[in-house]
């Protein structure tokens, strides 16, 4: 099947159209001349990094160093004595003053204790009279108003 005519173009639409294309080649070009320079000082770098490199080691160099020095004798290390008896050690000699629990320390750990121990008694206190409260529907109850309120504030001591 034969290709449909255009409509031909005139010819500014065609130098506007070359222009077009001209630009769009030239940012191409660009680009390709940028990259071929930068791979081309990478390359230089490479072979300046690979020229400072020492050569490599030969092959079974290695396994000649570590059996030389497998072979090489090892002292045995001396016998320390222990510079204190253990019947001796108290259990205060060794450790710094700092770290030593006083018998102030002892009473603040034990208030801090308590302290800890009845918070957690009043939250689970508070807990059981939440689950009790839910369980009997006290939590959907209506407030008291009117009449009902003024005899319930009359009860209340």
Known sequence: M????TKSKTLAEKIEHNAAAIRRWESRA???INTLARLTRQRSRLQRLAAQ????????LLDKLVEAATALPVPAPAPVEPTTPASDFDGKRDMPGFLRRSEKDQVAI??????RDDRAKRK????????KARRSGATR?????????????RETP
Request: hydrophobic share 40%; aromatic share 0%.
């Open 2 to 5: 034969p290709k449909p005519r």
């Open 30 to 32: 660009k680009r390709a």
């Open 53 to 60: 490199q020492p050569p490599a080691v030969k092959p079974g």
């Open 110 to 115: 034990a208030a801090a204790k308590a302290e």
């Open 124 to 131: 689970r206190q508070g807990q059981e009279a939440t689950r």
């Open 141 to 153: 109850a209506m407030p008291l108003t009117g009449k009902a309120a003024l005899a319930a504030i």
